[in-house]
């Protein structure tokens, strides 16, 4: 079950929100993991023991780690709950990719029956880590109630593609939050935002790009190739952007707040900058519980720190050479704008400059993501550089491009800068009058209309990270 489907806005979500505020508020943290429980089987039930496996090691270690002040003792325990925490990931994810690769490498014919990945384990399995690190770290007491451990881990409003939120971030508010009109009506205007550029957006670029990859490279010319790429970027940015937006206005009508997980990342002007504003969740878990632990910028090797960092970047999103490529291709241009400041902090070029290189960087990473092998990647760059020859049999650009497609990329480009922090003042001033208010709710009313409109008109409606 996905946010933008007619089963959770019509069915789930309304009963979930009518049993919630009904109950007094001793049994909400109850219904709400069952909830929870009953939206990951619903997709896939056959799985669902995975989760609750994953539940039940991470419980588990944290009892193990207030069971004992004894340094070697807690460290034995961390490392057994995340050993065990990556095998569940390892088998399920990368068995099958393990085999296959060992298997072109040594020329072996190892069987591995096919490994059905379970939803949303990339995001689970990171969260449940973090609690036992983070109690391990001293960051977070030992929960010894086990109903607040799932319903941290099991959340369905962050469950299938996150934020990754920290145990840490909403203890107190599995114990005690607040509910509130306002906070609800805010809840509701991040949702119908998030709605939009998933439905409004994502899945109309999704429709070009699916397109456009899936004729063969050359027989697209060099320019629907460059639409295809920039239709991908924006799908996958609106894609995930657009769930974490939902994901963040649902926790707000049940009373949590999560931190945000993207923040404009197409405005950055270096790959370093991208990173500090896409998947903020990922980045901030990979440096506080991988990059700084191995020693970070103060000891060791910090670029080797980074390439691993990368590296498991890469194979997080997917369990293929290609995402393991992509992850690398970003780690190595982090390190290159590191040894820049590091040997020419005084070098200094137009901004316009450091946008097109970003994004530059960043489109064609996007190719490895969008691609079946590394090769492909590399065939479809060559074509879009006029280095692959051209066999007429696709569609010109003029094919893809009409007025709707226009006003699409136009609307798009718009949504991508943030408008209230360069205009503070107008937007201050829109918000604090009862116009500004009155316009907010309406415009609110009119995404969510305008996406269950089409979502009752049309059936297509991928969601990239579903499958992470």
Not at 417 to 430: E, Y
Request: net charge positive; proline share 4%.
């Amino acid at each position: 079950m996905v946010f933008s489907s007619n089963l959770f806005l019509f069915a789930f979500l309304p009963l979930c929100l009518a049993g919630y505020f009904l109950l007094p508020k001793r049994l909400r943290n109850a219904f709400l993991t069952l909830a929870s429980l009953v939206f990951y089987a619903w997709g896939e039930p056959r799985m669902i023991w995975v989760m609750l496996l994953s539940i039940a090691v991470n419980y588990g270690g944290g009892l193990l780690l207030g069971a004992t002040s004894k340094p070697s003792t807690r460290r034995a325990a961390m490392w057994l709950s995340v050993a065990l925490n990556v095998a569940l990931l390892g088998y399920f994810k990368y068995a099958n990719f393990l085999v296959d690769s060992l298997n072109a490498v040594a020329g072996t014919q190892l069987q591995l029956a096919k490994i059905a990945l379970p939803i949303g384990i990339s995001f689970f399995t990171f969260q449940g880590m973090s609690y036992v690190l983070d109690v391990y770290m001293g960051k977070a007491d030992v929960q010894r109630n086990p109903l607040h451990i799932m319903l941290y881990i099991a959340l369905f409003p962050q469950l299938i593609a996150g934020p990754i939120v920290r145990y840490q971030e909403i203890s107190d508010q599995i114990e005690q939050r607040e509910h509130s009109v306002e906070a609800f009506a805010d809840g509701i205007w991040r949702f119908a935002i998030g709605m939009g550029k998933k439905v409004l957006l994502a899945n109309q670029f999704a429709a070009i790009a699916d397109q456009i990859f899936s004729i063969p490279v050359e027989n697209n010319t060099a320019a629907v190739c460059w639409l295809g790429a920039i239709a991908y970027a924006m799908q996958i940015y609106f894609d995930f952007c657009g769930y974490s937006d939902m994901a963040i206005g649902l926790g707000r009508m049940f009373g949590f707040r999560f931190n945000e997980n993207f923040n404009y990342p197409y405005v950055s002007r270096s790959v370093t900058e991208f990173w500090r504003r896409w998947h903020i969740s990922l980045s901030r878990w990979f440096r506080d519980y991988v990059y700084i632990p191995m020693g970070g910028n103060r000891r060791g090797n910090q670029y080797f720190h980074q390439i691993v960092v990368f590296l498991l970047t890469g194979l997080w999103h997917g369990a293929s050479w290609s995402f393991v490529l992509w992850g690398v291709w970003h780690g190595a241009f982090l390190i290159v704008e590191k040894l820049i400041r590091k040997r020419a902090p005084k070098l200094r070029l137009p901004t316009v400059l450091k946008w097109l290189y970003t994004m530059g960087v960043v489109g064609l990473g996007w190719i490895l993501f969008r691609t079946d092998t590394p090769i492909a990647a590399v065939q479809y760059v060559r074509r879009m550089l006029g280095l692959k020859a051209f066999v007429d049999g696709g569609y010109t650009l003029a094919w893809y491009l009409h007025g709707r497609e226009i006003v699409l990329l136009i609307v798009a480009m718009l949504a991508c800068i943030p408008w209230r922090k360069l205009l503070p003042n107008v937007a201050t001033r829109l918000e604090s009058t009862h116009a500004g208010t009155v316009c907010k709710g309406v415009w609110a009313l009119g995404l969510l209309a305008a996406s269950i409109l089409l979502l009752l008109t049309g059936t297509y409606n991928p969601f990239i990270y579903f499958r992470f």
